[in-house]
């Protein structure tokens, strides 16, 4: 019996064996491939455009300090290290950090700005010699995640700084470089404690163990997982050395939450909590970051600021006993306060209705999956201070129309469009009141009437045609009746419901003259107005009906602004894009994404039409905006739907261009005119961008000529209505108006300019 149970003993035990030998063999296999592979699902990185410092820019010294706050760089009293900057009057002196960019490396640089006469005057190296342009670092703004959520910076072990290792492994793990992925010792602290307690309330592992369980495993306390996480430690150590085991416990090791987002690994720790880059951490914020690591929740700098402190000044002391540190550099640590951000890394979520643009762009030569895991460096046109112009203009502006016009508070909603007429980029987007928050993307998918923001598209159409329509061609105000195809009739009626009579083309759409523009379109022909949609960069072209004319089509803001921004470039169309170039990893480009430019309508018809929206600025329906601007060489259009449901404005400078829309989305009446509404805040938001003005004479090679409108004939110094309006060669007035002298035979265009 004795014999039999011992040849029992031993088969199972073989057994067992082969089985823990087994079972072992394919957890080895399992942890080499997923190790050897890719390690991370690394998201798509959004960056904004650089600021570039160039001597005549026009910026201030506040202006520049406030974009290095912005992205994480400190004032200091001596500047030495990269992300450091001293403003000293009208000097600044700045140590910036490298950056490499789609088109080369741009180096770190210690320089010496100089600002004067409204701009800056120049820029000086530390050597003495001129630096004609540099740029500072790029803004991170968003990333494109998984759906799990997780986030990284990777880092390589040699960029870590040396003391941040030195104070882990102190802290964390102080036999690392002796153990062979288990610390027996610590594992019989951790069991006797565990024994006490009836559970699993203490362990010992080590960084291997650690990183097995976060890179593997789940945080389940089980004497089952604590046995397989020793097993797969043990194998982790014999295939990979010390130093490839230490930087994936770097870029693994979880520090935080940021809403949806897991912060993974120092390097977006570093970011998240300072706002700066890895290499720039000081003693104390190195001390937190490896306290945090012993509970991420428990010690929150942010939400447990007492619990964090006193656990950092435990890590400092440690610091100090290893001698990692000197007794007064830990001193002063231990004074120091957390200097964590007040919020966290707002690069990645202030911005989600820009970064949803930059998304949706991508999706169209990338799979989601190549975004959300190949860790692209995406660079784009975003302009965070116009950004954060756009979001402060709508935020106090609509505040401003609520308590102005008793409307309860909160119930308007807006959306806004910036971007630059020369090159088609899209600077700045804001999806909704609450910027900052993800949700319905208001500027990309609120397709709503655009009322009178059509008309210039009809007059475009007219002025297309120079030997039929001028400026000055009067056309009739009068009652419109169309017997429609389903047995209705439409029959129009003028905002103020009073008839006009014959008003020239430009005052019928400054004014914004409903029955005019009907009957002007219905003379050019609607098809004509339909095809001004697609010459100007629209997608689709609407239905040509008689309603066309009067905005009876939904756009969202975006598309609204491809329109005016087609416009204020003189008719050339650059489709809007909101990406500059793509790199992978490893900053190697991918994708540079190149100005598409292509004509449009005619450009002498355009420069009329701008001249026509500057009258909207000057004396028609967007004249209460001139109270911000120094100069009145703007253009725009204001836009009205019926009951008052949607208020536009969509306007620019030669270099800006900005759309906006008010409303509600219940589509509940805003009570609001495209001027009492969308225009106030438009011009808050333009008035701190101070856009160029228009070229309104120059353009399109047409001739300014003095004229009396409401005659449609030429004028002179007699005349006391005469307006200089510009006309296509050979298509002005030949007529003069009986107010003037009677015109000598021959007289020609620069008498008519100066009216002799």
């Given at each position: 019996?004795?014999?039999?149970?011992?040849?029992?003993?031993?088969?199972?035990?073989?057994?067992?064996?082969?089985?823990?030998?087994?079972?072992?063999?394919?957890?080895?296999?399992?942890?080499?491939?997923?190790?050897?592979?890719?390690?991370?699902?690394?998201?798509?990185?959004?960056?904004?455009?650089?600021?570039?410092?160039?001597?005549?820019?026009?910026?201030?010294?506040?202006?520049?300090?406030?974009?290095?706050?912005?992205?994480?760089?400190?004032?200091?009293?001596?500047?030495?290290?990269?992300?450091?900057?001293?403003?000293?009057?009208?000097?600044?002196?700045?140590?910036?950090?490298?950056?490499?960019?789609?088109?080369?490396?741009?180096?770190?640089?210690?320089?010496?700005?100089?600002?004067?006469?409204?701009?800056?005057?120049?820029?000086?190296?530390?050597?003495?010699?001129?630096?004609?342009?540099?740029?500072?670092?790029?803004?991170?703004?968003?990333?494109?995640?998984?759906?799990?959520?997780?986030?990284?910076?990777?880092?390589?072990?040699?960029?870590?700084?040396?003391?941040?290792?030195?104070?882990?492994?102190?802290?964390?793990?102080?036999?690392?470089?002796?153990?062979?992925?288990?610390?027996?010792?610590?594992?019989?602290?951790?069991?006797?404690?565990?024994?006490?307690?009836?559970?699993?309330?203490?362990?010992?592992?080590?960084?291997?163990?650690?990183?097995?369980?976060?890179?593997?495993?789940?945080?389940?306390?089980?004497?089952?997982?604590?046995?397989?996480?020793?097993?797969?430690?043990?194998?982790?150590?014999?295939?990979?050395?010390?130093?490839?085991?230490?930087?994936?416990?770097?870029?693994?090791?979880?520090?935080?939450?940021?809403?949806?987002?897991?912060?993974?690994?120092?390097?977006?720790?570093?970011?998240?909590?300072?706002?700066?880059?890895?290499?720039?951490?000081?003693?104390?914020?190195?001390a937190l970051l490896i306290g945090i690591v012993k509970g991420p929740s428990y010690y929150n700098p942010r939400r447990n600021p007492e619990r964090a402190l006193a656990r950092r000044n435990l890590v400092i002391n440690r610091m100090e006993e290893d001698q990692l540190i000197a007794p007064e550099e830990a001193r002063q640590a231990a004074e120091a306060d957390l200097g964590v951000r007040a919020r966290g890394d707002r690069g990645t979520s202030q911005y989600p209705a820009y970064v949803d643009l930059v998304r949706r762009q991508l999706q169209a030569q990338y799979r989601e999956e190549d975004l959300t895991s190949e860790g692209l460096r995406i660079f784009t046109a975003f302009d965070p201070r116009v950004q954060a112009v756009a979001e402060q203009a709508i935020r106090e502006g609509l505040d401003a129309i609520e308590r102005g016009r008793d409307i309860e508070s909160g119930t308007l909603e807006?959306?806004?469009?910036?971007?630059?007429?020369?090159?088609?980029?899209?600077?700045?987007?804001?999806?909704?009141?609450?910027?900052?928050?993800?949700?319905?993307?208001?500027?990309?998918?609120?397709?709503?009437?655009?009322?009178?923001?059509?008309?210039?598209?009809?007059?475009?159409?007219?002025?297309?045609?120079?030997?039929?329509?001028?400026?000055?061609?009067?056309?009739?105000?009068?009652?419109?009746?169309?017997?429609?195809?389903?047995?209705?009739?439409?029959?129009?009626?003028?905002?103020?419901?009073?008839?006009?009579?014959?008003?020239?083309?430009?005052?019928?759409?400054?004014?914004?003259?409903?029955?005019?523009?009907?009957?002007?379109?219905?003379?050019?022909?609607?098809?004509?107005?339909?095809?001004?949609?697609?010459?100007?960069?629209?997608?689709?072209?609407?239905?040509?009906?008689?309603?066309?004319?009067?905005?009876?089509?939904?756009?969202?803001?975006?598309?609204?602004?491809?329109?005016?921004?087609?416009?204020?470039?003189?008719?050339?169309?650059?489709?809007?894009?909101?990406?500059?170039?793509?790199?992978?990893?490893?900053?190697?480009?991918?994708?540079?994404?190149?100005?598409?430019?292509?004509?449009?309508?005619?450009?002498?018809?355009?420069?009329?039409?701008?001249?026509?929206?500057?009258?909207?600025?000057?004396?028609?329906?967007?004249?209460?905006?001139?109270?911000?601007?120094?100069?009145?060489?703007?253009?725009?259009?204001?836009?009205?739907?019926?009951?008052?449901?949607?208020?536009?404005?969509?306007?620019?400078?030669?270099?800006?261009?900005?759309?906006?829309?008010?409303?509600?989305?219940?589509?509940?009446?805003?009570?609001?005119?495209?001027?009492?509404?969308?225009?106030?805040?438009?011009?808050?938001?333009?008035?701190?961008?101070?856009?160029?003005?228009?070229?309104?004479?120059?353009?399109?090679?047409?001739?300014?000529?003095?004229?009396?409108?409401?005659?449609?004939?030429?004028?002179?110094?007699?005349?006391?209505?005469?307006?200089?309006?510009?006309?296509?060669?050979?298509?002005?007035?030949?007529?003069?108006?009986?107010?003037?002298?009677?015109?000598?035979?021959?007289?020609?265009?620069?008498?008519?300019?100066?009216?002799?």
């Amino acid at each position: 019996m004795r014999h039999r149970l011992l040849v029992a003993g031993l088969v199972v035990l073989c057994l067992a064996a082969s089985a823990l030998a087994l079972y072992t063999f394919r957890l080895d296999a399992e942890l080499r491939a997923r190790f050897d592979g890719v390690r991370w699902a690394l998201p798509a990185q959004i960056y904004a455009a650089p600021l570039e410092l160039y001597a005549g820019k026009r910026l201030g010294p506040q202006d520049v300090v406030h974009e290095l706050r912005r992205i994480g760089y400190r004032t200091r009293s001596t500047v030495e290290r990269p992300g450091t900057y001293s403003l000293r009057g009208d000097s600044l002196e700045l140590a910036s950090r490298g950056f490499q960019f789609w088109d080369g490396v741009e180096p770190a640089r210690r320089v010496t700005i100089g600002f004067g006469d409204g701009g800056i005057r120049g820029i000086q190296s530390q050597d003495g010699g001129t630096v004609p342009i540099m740029r500072l670092d790029p803004m991170l703004i968003g990333s494109i995640f998984p759906k799990h959520g997780e986030d990284r910076v990777l880092v390589r072990l040699e960029d870590v700084p040396p003391l941040l290792i030195q104070t882990l492994i102190a802290v964390e793990d102080g036999d690392f470089y002796s153990h062979y992925g288990i610390d027996w010792s610590g594992i019989a602290r951790a069991a006797w404690a565990n024994v006490q307690a009836g559970g699993v309330v203490q362990g010992g592992s080590t960084i291997t163990q650690q990183l097995i369980k976060n890179f593997f495993l789940s945080s389940e306390r089980t004497w089952v997982r604590k046995a397989k996480e020793a097993l797969m430690a043990i194998l982790l150590e014999i295939h990979y050395s010390k130093e490839e085991i230490l930087e994936a416990y770097l870029n693994e090791v979880y520090l935080g939450q940021d809403g949806p987002r897991a912060v993974h690994g120092v390097g977006l720790a570093s970011v998240f909590y300072f706002g700066k880059p890895l290499s720039e951490l000081l003693p104390e914020e190195i001390a937190l970051l490896i306290g945090i690591v012993k509970g991420p929740s428990y010690y929150n700098p942010r939400r447990n600021p007492e619990r964090a402190l006193a656990r950092r000044n435990l890590v400092i002391n440690r610091m100090e006993e290893d001698q990692l540190i000197a007794p007064e550099e830990a001193r002063q640590a231990a004074e120091a306060d957390l200097g964590v951000r007040a919020r966290g890394d707002r690069g990645t979520s202030q911005y989600p209705a820009y970064v949803d643009l930059v998304r949706r762009q991508l999706q169209a030569q990338y799979r989601e999956e190549d975004l959300t895991s190949e860790g692209l460096r995406i660079f784009t046109a975003f302009d965070p201070r116009v950004q954060a112009v756009a979001e402060q203009a709508i935020r106090e502006g609509l505040d401003a129309i609520e308590r102005g016009r008793d409307i309860e508070s909160g119930t308007l909603e807006s959306a806004a469009v910036v971007t630059s007429v020369e090159t088609g980029e899209i600077l700045a987007l804001v999806g909704g009141r609450q910027a900052g928050y993800a949700g319905f993307n208001r500027a990309l998918d609120a397709k709503r009437p655009i009322g009178s923001l059509a008309k210039p598209l009809v007059y475009l159409a007219a002025l297309s045609e120079p030997e039929r329509y001028r400026l000055t061609t009067l056309i009739p105000d009068a009652p419109v009746r169309l017997d429609m195809p389903n047995g209705s009739v439409w029959m129009p009626e003028n905002y103020d419901q009073e008839l006009h009579g014959d008003v020239p083309i430009f005052e019928a759409l400054s004014k914004s003259y409903n029955l005019a523009t009907v009957h002007l379109a219905l003379d050019v022909g609607m098809q004509d107005v339909a095809r001004q949609y697609v010459l100007l960069g629209d997608d689709t072209k609407p239905a040509p009906l008689p309603s066309l004319a009067l905005g009876a089509v939904e756009r969202s803001p975006l598309e609204v602004a491809q329109l005016y921004n087609s416009i204020g470039a003189g008719g050339f169309v650059t489709p809007l894009q909101a990406i500059r170039d793509v790199q992978d990893r490893e900053g190697q480009p991918l994708e540079r994404f190149a100005r598409k430019l292509r004509g449009g309508p005619d450009a002498g018809a355009v420069s009329l039409l701008q001249w026509a929206m500057n009258r909207v600025m000057i004396d028609g329906t967007a004249r209460s905006a001139a109270r911000y601007f120094r100069s009145s060489a703007l253009a725009g259009k204001t836009g009205t739907t019926d009951e008052l449901r949607d208020s536009w404005f969509a306007g620019f400078g030669s270099d800006v261009q900005a759309t906006v829309w008010v409303g509600r989305d219940d589509n509940k009446p805003a009570a609001l005119t495209g001027a009492s509404g969308a225009l106030q805040l438009w011009a808050r938001l333009m008035a701190s961008l101070d856009p160029r003005p228009v070229d309104l004479y120059g353009a399109g090679g047409a001739e300014p000529t003095w004229v009396v409108p409401a005659m449609d004939a030429l004028a002179d110094t007699e005349c006391q209505d005469r307006v200089l309006v510009p006309y296509l060669p050979g298509s002005a007035p030949v007529e003069w108006a009986p107010c003037a002298r009677q015109a000598e035979q021959g007289n020609g265009f620069w008498e008519r300019l100066f009216g002799s």
